[in-house]
T-cell receptor, first 111, second 114 residues
Framework: SQQGEEDPQALSIQEGENATMNCSYK?????LQWYRQNSGRGLVHLIL?????REKHSGRLRVTLDTSKKSSSLLITASRAADTASYFC???????????FGKGNQVVVIP | NAGVTQTPKFQVLKTGQSMTLQCAQD?????MSWYRQDPGMGLRLIHY???????DQGEVPNGYNVSRSTTEDFPLRLLSAAPSQTSVYFC?????????????FGDGTRLSIL
């Protein structure tokens, strides 16, 4: 089954810097989603990008999707301490009726 | 609007005991699912449901049972707990096809089996 894989696995940055993380997958998809998980909490949906889209923005988040390389990136601009969390990509296939999650990427923003 | 509510938040069991993890959503979502989250493994799908009365297996269904008698509730049952089932369990729901829609997650049940 398809599965997202995030890279790098862990990232530590200073507040105000940008944070970039990547996700690769193996099979054809209909969409790719990014989620955030704060410590001890459930996952929160951030953004969904469809296979016919190349870039999407939401506030300080920018997501790109390259279906030819089977990869996506999540950029958080002007990071804040509150952005400290784990970030997961998940690939969706309408026909499979499920999402396949990657292993997550831990981001620590130092005030 | 409570969203997805999971109970209990924490539970310790002995090997061989049974228990039910509860999940309820108030968003009238048709699709619901259960995941387990283990360190270094990400989230793995256990079971899911596309509507009341309909359930299906996910990636790691062994040792778990589910049922969906109402749109709102989707309980997960461990019939005979094993240490390998120590994990954090998340319930999620979505408006329609889970492969095509954002999912809404509960805050999880942290389960330890001794």
């Amino acid at each position: 089954s398809q599965q997202g894989e995030e890279d790098p696995q862990a990232l530590s940055i200073q507040e105000g810097e940008n944070a970039t993380m990547n996700c690769s997958y193996k099979t054809s998809i209909n969409n790719l989603q990014w989620y955030r998980q704060n410590s001890g909490r459930g996952l929160v949906h951030l953004i969904l990008i469809r296979s016919n889209e190349r870039e999407k923005h939401s506030g300080r988040l920018r997501v790109t999707l390259d279906t030819s390389k089977k990869s996506s990136s999540l950029l958080i601009t002007a990071s804040r301490a509150a952005d400290t969390a784990s970030y997961f990509c998940a690939t969706g296939d309408y026909g499979n009726n499920r999402l396949a999650f990657g292993k997550g990427n831990q981001v620590v923003v130092i005030p | 609007n409570a969203g997805v509510t999971q109970t209990p938040k924490f539970q310790v069991l002995k090997t061989g005991q049974s228990m039910t993890l509860q999940c309820a959503q108030d968003m009238n979502h048709e699709y619901m699912s259960w995941y387990r989250q283990d360190p270094g493994m990400g989230l793995r799908l256990i079971h899911y449901s596309v509507g009341a009365g309909i359930t299906d297996q996910g990636e790691v269904p062994n040792g778990y049972n589910v049922s969906r008698s109402t749109t709102e509730d989707f309980p997960l049952r461990l019939l005979s707990a094993a240490p390998s089932q120590t994990s954090v369990y998340f319930c999620a729901s979505s408006y329609s096809n889970q492969g095509d829609q954002p999912q809404h997650f509960g805050d999880g049940t942290r389960l330890s089996i001794l």
